[in-house]
């Protein structure tokens, strides 16, 4: 179905009146590029080539060559997959490694693929020649996946661990809303909770940057975000059937209230990690004098 663009510029505006909201971001703050784009997506073409070989050859090729095409198919699957799981590891300062290896089982599976249609071909030399080169041009193309854990020190295992577990939760709420949203077909509402997922993450990173803040935090990963995934669930399903103004504002002011506290709290994180940082330096200093004196 055809959804209306509603932006700043857009003639409702005025009937979109939420007055009491921020400034809504940039739709490209705080975003890359992802890596899963038209390279992966490509991959998804690729196995519809053996399917009219399939079907116009005898018993032995119609298997070979569906064979060769399930086996591309989930290599597009698993690469793109695994794009998104790297994607995902990068933005974070903690991260656990994928727990299964997507891209490298992927190219495998690409080269797999491209030797069976050269044994369909009763080419055995091919398909030796075909599945190297498959492996080898996808590893080129799209690398290997992240092999260790990123920001978990030996050390500090049991607070990073806390920390991973504590912001793997949070996302999936947050996930949770982003999904839910979308049922509304408000496109003023998607970009709001788009805001308000860019300022739950400033916290995210806040928190693996210096585990010590998951104390302070926990609620707000956890219990707050918790409750907003369900109120935007609830607020989704009875929106999207009647499309209550009232129902609206109250959702409306639920984000602003939650975008200006989740955005306080982490600026009151930062000014206690300022705090520590500055008695730090005065320890430190403190000592070297004695030294000197010493």
């Keep these: ?15 979109t009146d939420d007055t009491a909201a921020p400034a809504l971001r940039h ?6 590029r992802t890596r899963a784009g038209m390279r992966s997506n490509l991959l998804f073409v690729l196995p519809f080539f053996f399917l009219p070989a399939a ?52 190219s495998v599976l690409l080269g797999l693929g491209l030797g069976i249609s050269g044994i369909a071909d009763d080419s055995l030399g091919g398909a030796v020649i075909f599945g190297a080169l498959g492996t080898g041009l996808h590893l080129l193309s799209f690398g290997l996946d992240p092999m260790k854990n990123k920001g978990m ?29 979308k049922r509304t077909g408000d496109r003023r509402l998607e970009g709001m909770v788009d805001g ?14 210096d585990p010590r803040d998951l104390t302070g935090a926990r609620k707000f990963l956890g219990v707050y975000l918790l409750g907003a995934k369900d109120a935007t669930v609830k607020f989704a399903d009875l ?7 009232g129902a609206r504002d109250d959702y409306v002011a639920l984000l602003n209230d939650l975008e200006s506290n989740f955005a306080a709290k982490t600026q009151t994180l930062l000014l206690d990690n300022r705090t520590d940082l500055d008695v730090e330096i005065e320890v430190l200093r403190e000592r070297l004098e004695r030294e000197k004196l010493g």
């Design 196 to 209: 308000f997922t860019s300022t739950a993450r400033e916290m995210f990173r806040t928190v693996e940057e």
């Design 153 to 181: 020190s030996d050390v500090d295992r049991f607070q990073s661990d806390r920390v991973s577990r504590a912001v793997d939760e949070a996302e999936r709420h947050l996930s949770d809303m982003s999904e839910a949203i």
């Design 27 to 32: 739709p490209f703050q705080s975003k890359s």
């Design 55 to 106: 079907f116009t050859s005898g018993p032995t090729g119609l298997a070979l060559n569906l064979a060769a095409f399930g086996s591309l198919l989930l290599s597009a699957w698993l690469t793109r997959d695994g794009l998104i799981a790297q994607e995902n590891y990068e933005a974070r300062k903690i991260a656990r490694r994928p727990a299964i290896p997507r891209k490298l089982f992927g």
């Design 239 to 245: 929106y999207s059937k009647t499309r209550d103004r």
């Design 1 to 15: 179905m055809a959804q209306k663009y509603g932006g700043r510029f857009s003639p409702d505006t005025k009937d």
